[in-house]
């Protein structure tokens, strides 16, 4: 394994451990709209790698698994503190998601660059985020949803 798969590997892994401190009653409440959110975000890797938006270098794990590790590591559990702490307050909801997402795409996105770990390659920065605030909007529009239901 190279460094650059192991790397992932552990940024998959690390968000789980913060995973006990969070509520079952939390986990019960937000657990729908994880599973929908990754059940989308599934269709936009499909259509990302069909469409060239962006790429994993060969010599990644994640050339063999897309975004999986992402999803259901980094994505996942911190969708779920997000909720916990900004759910109820959209304002709130959306100011965090534009700074995490913002981060990433900016900071992050270009640090992953020169690691060799992802790339964009038909996409420009700004409809990356793009794809983020409307998976925001989704995630919130559907909770409260599910809430509504309850």
């Known amino acids: 394994m190279n460094i650059k798969s192991l790397i992932i590997l552990v940024s998959t892994f690390i968000p789980w451990i913060s995973a006990p401190f969070i509520k079952k009653a939390d986990w019960k409440r937000f657990l729908p709209v994880l ?20 790429q994993f270098p ?17 994505f996942f559990i911190g ?8 759910y109820g307050n959209f304002k709130k ?3 965090v998601n534009v700074l995490i997402d ?16 992802m ?3 038909k996409l420009k920065k700004y409809q990356f985020l793009s794809f983020f605030m ?3 909007l ?11 239901k309850r």
């Open 102 to 117: 913002s981060g990433f795409v900016y900071v992050l996105m270009g640090i992953l660059k020169k690691l060799g770990i």
């Open 134 to 136: 409307l998976k925001s």
């Open 93 to 95: 909801f959306m100011l």
């Open 79 to 86: 969708t779920l503190w997000i909720l916990k702490f900004t």
């Open 35 to 54: 599973i929908f959110i990754e059940a989308i975000m599934s269709i936009e890797s499909f259509l990302a790698y069909k469409r060239k938006w962006w």
């Open 138 to 148: 989704a995630i919130y529009g559907f909770q409260y949803l599910v809430d509504k």
């Open 58 to 74: 060969k010599g990644t794990i994640l050339y063999y698994l897309k975004d999986y590790p992402y999803m259901v590591g980094s």
């Open 119 to 121: 790339r964009l390659v």
